[in-house]
C-alpha cells in the first residue's frame, strides 16, 4: 500500500519568515496531493490540494508543488504569520471512482514566533 | 450548511467495553469516511461507507466494525476496548466517491483505561 512519510516533524520560523515541509509518496500511481491544517484542538481542513498533471499550485501565502518523478511534493508558507501556527499534514490518494482513501504523513508541528 | 457533526465530543471507557461512534455527514454528502488519530502516528484510516455500502478498509483489526444508513449518517463500533485504542476517531464526509475534498468533523476523543 501507499506510505507517506512526510519532513521535519517540528519547524520553528520567525513571522515574516517562510517554511517549508516536505512530503515522499511511494505509489507512483497516487494522483492526488492535499495538505491539512489542523490547530489544537480542532478539526483538520483542507488548505490546498494539487493533482498529478500540475506541477504547481498557489494560493495567495501557500503554494504546493510536485515532482512525480522523484514521488515528492512539498508545502511552501510565505510570509508567515502566528496563525500560521497549526500542525499540518500530507497526504495522498489514487483518486478513482473506487473512493477517498487518503493515506497521511505524520504531521509537522509549525510554531511561528513572534 | 451544516458541517460534519460527530458525537459524543469525549468518551471515557474501560478495557473490554465496546463503544459506538456517531457521524452525520454535510447534507447531500453520500461519503462517510473514518480515521483514527493518535500523536506520531498521524491520521490512519479505518474505513469508508457509500451508499450504505463499505468500499474500503484501511488495516485495523476485526474489531473495528462501521456502518452507513439510509440518511447518510455513519456509526463505527469498537469492541472488547484495548488501551490502545484510545484516541481520536475522526469522520470526515465527501460528496461522492472519487471527490476528493474531504471535510472532517471535530472528532470524538476516546479514552480508554
Known amino acids: 500500500g501507499e506510505n507517506v512519510e512526510q519532513h521535519p516533524s517540528t519547524l520553528s520560523v520567525q513571522e515574516g519568515d517562510s517554511a517549508v515541509i516536505k512530503c515522499t509518496y511511494s505509489?507512483?500511481?497516487?494522483?492526488?496531493f492535499p495538505w491539512y491544517k489542523q490547530e489544537l484542538g480542532k478539526r483538520p481542513q483542507l488548505i490546498i490540494d494539487i493533482r498529478s498533471n500540475v506541477g504547481e499550485k498557489k494560493d495567495q501565502r501557500i503554494a504546493v508543488t510536485l515532482n512525480k518523478t522523484a514521488k515528492h511534493f512539498s508545502l511552501h508558507i510565505t510570509e508567515t504569520q502566528p496563525e500560521d501556527s497549526a500542525v499540518y499534514f500530507c497526504?495522498?490518494?489514487?483518486?478513482?471512482?473506487?473512493?477517498?482513501?487518503?493515506?497521511f504523513g505524520t504531521g509537522t508541528q509549525l510554531k511561528v514566533e513572534l | 450548511k451544516a458541517g460534519v457533526t460527530q458525537t459524543p465530543r469525549y468518551l471515557i471507557k474501560t478495557r473490554g467495553q465496546q463503544v459506538t461512534l456517531s457521524c452525520s455527514p454535510i447534507s447531500g454528502h453520500r461519503s462517510v469516511s473514518w480515521y483514527q488519530q493518535t500523536p506520531g502516528q498521524g491520521l490512519q484510516f479505518l474505513f469508508e461507507?457509500?451508499?450504505?455500502?463499505?468500499?474500503n478498509k484501511g488495516n485495523f483489526p476485526g474489531r473495528f466494525s462501521g456502518r452507513q444508513f439510509s440518511n447518510s449518517r455513519s456509526e463505527m463500533n469498537v469492541s472488547t476496548l484495548e488501551l490502545g485504542d484510545s484516541a481520536l476517531y475522526l469522520c470526515?464526509?465527501?460528496?461522492?466517491?472519487?471527490?476528493?475534498?474531504?471535510?472532517f468533523g471535530s472528532g470524538t476523543q476516546l479514552s480508554v483505561l
Open positions: 470526515a464526509s465527501s460528496s461522492a466517491l472519487g471527490n476528493e475534498k474531504l471535510f
Open positions: 461507507y457509500f451508499s450504505e455500502t463499505q468500499r
Open positions: 505509489d507512483s500511481a497516487s494522483n492526488y
Open positions: 497526504a495522498a490518494a489514487i483518486l478513482t471512482g473506487g473512493g477517498n482513501k487518503l493515506t
